[in-house]
T-cell receptor, first 110, second 112 residues
Framework: QKEVEQDPGPLSVPEGAIVSLNCTYS??????FMWYRQYSRKGPELLMY????GNKEDGRFTAQVDKSSKYISLFIRDSQPSDSATYLC??????????FGTGTRLTVIP | DAGVTQSPTHLIKTRGQQVTLRCSPK?????VSWYQQALGQGPQFIFQ???????QRGNFPDRFSGHQFPNYSSELNVNALWLGDSALYLC???????????FGPGTRLTVL
């Protein structure tokens, strides 16, 4: 069983839609949760970082963590064509290695 | 403030050769991690360096080795390259005791 499971998509939505991206994980020792955005052939860019259950909002992005269900989500409101990218969830037990999902490829259609 | 930088951008090698990739961390960061990202996959952790020592290692063979210098920059060395080593190699930096990692643009390695 993989440490982190993520639906690879692809996911296509019209501009302005709300996007929901999700990951599940297996190890309750994981304490830190991140979402990265990766454009084609580029390095991942950190979007959201959180370490507690609940919601964290930053502009159009909301990260949600449910530790009891081992489930994390990223919501994108008012999606834009520039949001088209691969979104990676990453989870860590501490200040060391990150375990990544496979990434969800998102396309926002104008 | 420069972010994480990596060199070279692209590299083509043949099977059996050796390669060295380089990384400079973000200013103020002293911990460097290396990841391998195959096409269509998420990054896989190779190892992490702190205070010039390997702090943790993922499930990669000894052909993968690294080094960290006193200025916190780092190198990844891969010996006896084979086709399966073709991937995007990512360097990430973070402050000590933080899991918040910032990635560089990566080095795309192609092994022929």
């Amino acid at each position: 069983q993989k440490e982190v499971e993520q639906d690879p998509g692809p996911l296509s939505v019209p501009e302005g839609a709300i996007v929901s991206l999700n990951c599940t994980y297996s190890n309750s020792a994981f304490q830190y949760f991140m979402w990265y955005r990766q454009y084609s052939r580029k390095g991942p860019e950190l979007l959201m970082y959180t370490y507690s259950s609940g919601n964290k909002e930053d502009g159009r992005f909301t990260a949600q963590v449910d530790k009891s269900s081992k489930y994390i989500s990223l919501f994108i409101r008012d999606s834009q064509p520039s949001d088209s990218a691969t979104y990676l969830c990453a989870i860590s037990p501490g200040a060391n290695n990150l375990f990544f999902g496979t990434g969800t490829r998102l396309t926002v259609i104008p | 403030d420069a972010g994480v930088t990596q060199s070279p951008t692209h590299l083509i090698k043949t099977r059996g050769q050796q390669v060295t990739l380089r990384c400079s961390p973000k200013s103020g960061h002293d911990t460097v991690s290396w990841y391998q990202q195959a096409l269509g996959q998420g990054p896989q952790f190779i190892f992490q360096y702190y205070e010039e020592e390997e702090r943790q290692r993922g499930n990669f063979p000894d052909r993968f080795s690294g080094h960290q210098f006193p200025n916190y920059s780092s190198e990844l060395n891969v010996n006896a390259l084979w086709l399966g080593d073709s991937a995007l190699y990512l360097c990430a930096s973070s402050p000590v005791s933080s899991s918040e990692q910032f990635f560089g643009p990566g080095t795309r390695l192609t092994v022929l």
